[in-house]
């Protein structure tokens, strides 16, 4: 199970950190992505990070703002969120690749949570 948390209402240029708490699955073994989705829109890849070398990866319409994370011991993901835009709104999903390599190769996700709302607006 994925429960994404700390999602809600910001103005523009403010900062935001989601949470993914995972449970019944240990994150030591498994890349983890954030993921998007705004009203109308396809979802679309935020970030990921892998768990061999905790490589990170960003879309170009956040990198140099939002930050991936991992605590294995609390088995927590997190992305920080800074100088937010409103296009940033959408809700945000996390999600669990047990395969490994989905996020370079376009792959689905295999388990996903249930996604928190995010909204930029002054």
């Known amino acids: 199970q994925l429960v994404e948390s700390g999602g809600g209402l910001v103005q523009p240029g403010g900062s935001l950190r989601l949470s993914c708490a995972v449970s019944g699955l240990t994150l030591d073994y498994v890349d983890i992505g954030w993921f998007r989705q705004a009203p109308g829109k396809m979802r679309e890849g935020v970030s990921c990070i892998t768990y061999s070398d905790r490589r990170t990866y960003y879309s170009d319409s956040v990198k140099g703002r939002f930050t991936i994370s991992r605590d294995n011991a609390k088995n927590t993901v997190y992305l920080q969120m800074n100088n937010l835009k409103p296009e940033d709104t959408a809700i945000y999903y996390c999600?669990?690749?047990?395969?490994?390599?989905?996020?370079?190769?376009?792959?689905?996700?295999?388990?996903w949570g249930q996604g928190t709302q995010v909204t930029v607006s002054s």
């Open positions: 999600a669990v690749d047990l395969v490994g390599n989905s996020w370079i190769l376009g792959r689905e996700f295999d388990y």
